[in-house]
DNA sequence: CTGTTAGCGCATTCAC
DNA sequence: GTGAATGCGCTAACAG
């Protein structure tokens, strides 16, 4: 249904003014006299007028909105992350359209084709596990709208880039299981697909060797993030010869299904199997033991990329930067460790 | 910055056709030639031709978006629901702006202007816990826009709602922790302005009345949800000279700090005292105890009301619906009660 | 089958 | 201080 609106011209000639003098109340433009600038005002509270923001878009060539896409929505970090990054932008008046790609990479493209459809000004963009060709997200840049990742990174892209320090708190991680006496730690890693899970991977043998403690492949087991396939792995782990005593995980939903998997099997954590996960969840303090894990910054992530964004848009093409920044992660040692 | 956009006439100008016939090829309009179409939409793969939604939007006066303002972000609840929405307007061709609100009914009204603004065809909006003054809500009915409500719903206005049958809900809660020999069964309640604290609150009391349990005041607490006063609540619910053996819990969050603050103490749960919440959020399964709660069907909640929303968009005015869909609700019980 | 014209709502020239 | 004219990118109505 098509509907009806108020509209300047409708200002307009109820007060026998011209458009441009009601746009130019609107507007907050000087050379109107008092009389008829009090007088559009008042018309216009009265009869609810608003602002049509498309074809303000549409003459600026600039939408004043930003669009973020994210893989997921489930765990708690991606809405976090969100929430940083609308404060920033809607301080600086940008609005604000979010996709999540459902870690599927045609969703992905689909959401890249929605972005730019609504002539968004700049883009966050944090990768599905999925996606391994980037062609969607280079449009952007040939398009002269600047794009900025987070978390999940597209190394392939010379941007802005906004990431936690992966290989440090992974390192961290391990480090401190060995300072538990830990022998065997095993890593539930994520997909190689995405350097976040490479990073963490370093982390986790440079640890290892640091306190030579050898590493073992068969206690190194790449999964794609998929609910469910966990326990697979872990009663894969718990079964070989020399079962590992501690588990370090690559996200907190992980560690916790492997956690809750453990204690199911009457082992006792920390004792008879340690574990650690990485992110800090809303979740990770509630479980029984509650979880040690690796916090991220994640409103700040969020609040850095937007900055980042919107200083970019800000920017002529030609002088665009590809700042890289790394926020610092936190090691938070609960009872399950 | 501005920037450059391919728009039509480029391609036009480039084939030495007529923007009027590029238009129509793009719109899937028949009356074209092969050969000219072929020619068109090649070129317009390869220039990364994107329509430009915003100019459409304008000429049609519909933007194919709709807006979803919720009042909060940190609880699994409404990221769930969106998603639900997301998926049947993505499925009718709509796109969606989220906007949250804080719980502050400032950002609420800041909220629906920029709505307003950016010509939602309609909107979903669950208030704050602090709205009681719907004008700016009202703002669309007038102005020809559908709204409709879900779970923290308007009563003043008529208009589709959706929302679960909290009475029954909190009724075969409570009938439940009864049935497990509770005697003195307190109530952490939601504040008075949200419908879903009054009707959960006489489901509570209509139970404690079936059974003959007499209703003690003193162990019906209401507070404004903001996390850290559970505490306060909770101490002075176990100080009573009589204390509860039980408490039901207007939602989750609340429900699982109500948990660790009784463990903390030292107490037993459930045998000193049963903790029951509302809404299975993701977390409820993870505590130990795990938390019995009564489950609402989260992702339909968002779906039924999009749906919901697209047919009111898709009425005129004058045939406009007030639909109420009332979803049930399932008690899940855990071990904490 | 194709070209021409008008106009969605607005801000910004340029006149006076 | 105000009005008239132009155009953002696009589609639809009207011609041929």
Redesign the pocket.
């Known amino acids: 249904m098509k509907r009806h609106?108020v509209?300047?011209?409708d200002i307009a000639k109820k007060l026998?003014?011209?458009?441009?003098?009601v746009?130019?109340v609107?507007?907050g433009?000087?050379?109107?006299?008092d009389?008829?600038?009090q007088a559009v005002l008042e018309l216009a509270e009265q009869l609810d007028?608003?602002?049509?923001m498309l074809?303000?878009s549409?003459?600026?060539?600039k939408s004043n909105t930003i669009g973020i896409i994210v893989p997921e929505f489930i765990s708690s970090y991606f809405p976090q992350v969100i929430m940083g990054a609308q404060e920033v932008a809607a301080e600086a008046g940008y609005n604000t359209i979010i996709c999540h790609s459902n870690e599927t990479y045609e969703t992905e493209v689909a959401n890249t084709k929605l972005m730019l459809a609504n002539q968004v000004d700049g883009v966050l963009v944090s990768l599905t596990k999925e996606t391994r060709n980037f062609d969607h997200l280079k449009i952007f840049e040939r398009k002269g709208i600047p794009i900025v990742f987070f978390n999940r990174v597209c190394e392939d892209m010379d941007v802005p880039k906004v990431m936690v320090d992966d290989y440090e708190g992974a390192f961290r991680a391990v480090e401190h299981l060995v300072k538990r006496k830990k022998k065997r730690i095993a890593h539930l890693a994520g997909p190689d697909s995405l350097p976040i899970s490479v990073k963490r991977l370093k982390g986790y043998k440079a640890a290892l060797k640091k306190y030579n403690i050898p590493i073992d492949e068969e206690l190194i087991i790449p999964y794609d993030l998929s609910i469910g396939k966990v326990k697979i792995y872990v009663n894969h782990l718990l079964r070989l010869a020399n079962p590992p005593d501690a588990i370090f995980c690559i996200n907190d939903p992980t560690a916790i299904e492997a956690l809750q998997i453990v204690k199911k099997k009457g082992l006792d954590v920390p004792k008879d199997i340690a574990i650690v996960g990485f992110s800090n969840d809303f979740a990770s303090d509630l479980i029984d033991p509650p979880l040690t894990t690796v916090s991220q910054p994640v409103r700040e992530i969020g609040s850095t990329a937007a900055q980042l964004l919107i200083d970019q848009i800000n920017r002529d093409v030609s002088e665009w930067k590809s700042i890289i920044k790394v926020l610092k992660t936190e090691l938070i040692v609960r009872k399950s460790s």
């Open positions: 609106q509209t300047i011209v026998n003014l011209s458009k441009s003098t746009s130019r609107l507007t433009h000087p050379s109107v006299s009389k008829t600038r007028y608003q602002r049509n074809s303000i549409l003459l600026n060539r």
